[in-house]
């Protein structure tokens, strides 16, 4: 059996920013990032260090909503790029295997 990739359209896209950008002033999104904590590698890196990551990219068909959102540090957040979340766990396991070695 094979998928074709949904086409993601430039629109969605941008109605899915504003929806993020809405997101932001939130108190759910205040609260998120006043732990200062990065989703992906658990360090504590201050609220202001903090970026909204969309955990399925929009690229990918993500949307932004509560459940596709995380706080990330900026480092997490431009090293996972558009990548789904497996493949970014991929990436992490090949790296700490690296580091094992």
Same mark, same amino acid.
């Given at each position: 059996?094979?998928?074709?990739?949904?086409?993601?359209?430039?629109?969605?896209?941008r109605?899915?920013?504003?929806?993020?950008?809405? !997101?932001?002033k939130?108190?759910?999104?205040?609260?998120?990032?006043?732990? @200062?904590?990065? $989703? $992906?590698?658990?360090?504590?890196?201050?609220k202001?260090?903090?970026?909204?990551?969309?955990?399925?990219p !929009?690229?990918? @068909?993500?949307?932004?909503?509560?459940g596709?959102?995380v706080?990330?540090?900026k480092?997490?957040?431009?090293?996972?790029? $558009?990548?789904?979340?497996?493949?970014?766990?991929? $990436?992490?396991?090949?790296?700490?295997?690296?580091?094992v070695?």
């Open positions: 059996m094979h998928f074709e990739p949904e086409m993601i359209s430039e629109q969605d896209i109605r899915e920013k504003e929806k993020a950008r809405q !997101l932001r939130t108190q759910w999104w205040i609260r998120k990032i006043n732990q @200062g904590v990065c $989703y $992906y590698c658990n360090q504590e890196v201050g202001s260090n903090l970026t909204m990551d969309h955990v399925v !929009l690229s990918r @068909g993500g949307k932004s909503t509560k596709n959102i706080a990330a540090c480092e997490c957040n431009n090293k996972k790029k $558009y990548l789904l979340p497996i493949e970014w766990e991929e $990436y992490l396991k090949a790296l700490s295997d690296r580091e070695h």
